[in-house]
């Protein structure tokens, strides 16, 4: 069993940064690829970006890309969004999640565990 906790979520103006964590307890994560996702009110659940297990492969939506940073630190078990130059449409319900896979992919049913999420809202 997994245990997926994220923290850091709040509100920033627009332009702003925030960073976002994602510590996991139980069994380890380092030998599984991570994904993060957001969920915006009446939207469905949507890949925001993901990492190999390694840290060495990652890989971003499109409308991130270039703005958001996704890490680990296997040794702590945990994973960071650094998220910048942020938008009001990146306001969300962000959850980490465990793939069952080395390598990250953005299908939401390559995850197993799932966080209980974060709220990130960016003000105009």
């Known amino acids: 069993q997994v245990q997926l906790v994220e923290s850091g979520g709040g509100l920033v103006q627009a332009g702003g940064s925030l960073s976002v964590s994602c510590v996991a307890s139980g069994r380890t994560i380092g030998s599984r690829a991570m994904g993060w996702f957001r969920q915006a009110p009446g939207k469905e659940r949507e890949f925001v970006a993901g990492?190999?297990?390694?840290?060495?492969?990652?890989n971003y939506a499109d409308s991130v890309k270039g703005r958001f940073t996704v890490s680990r630190d296997n040794a702590k078990n945990t994973v960071y969004l650094q998220m910048n130059s942020l938008k009001p449409e990146d306001t969300a319900v962000y959850y980490c999640a465990r793939s069952r896979a080395t390598l990250p992919a953005p299908d939401r049913y390559a995850y197993d565990y799932w966080g209980q999420g974060t709220q990130v809202t960016i003000s105009s």
């Open positions: 990492i190999s297990w390694s840290g060495s492969s990652t």
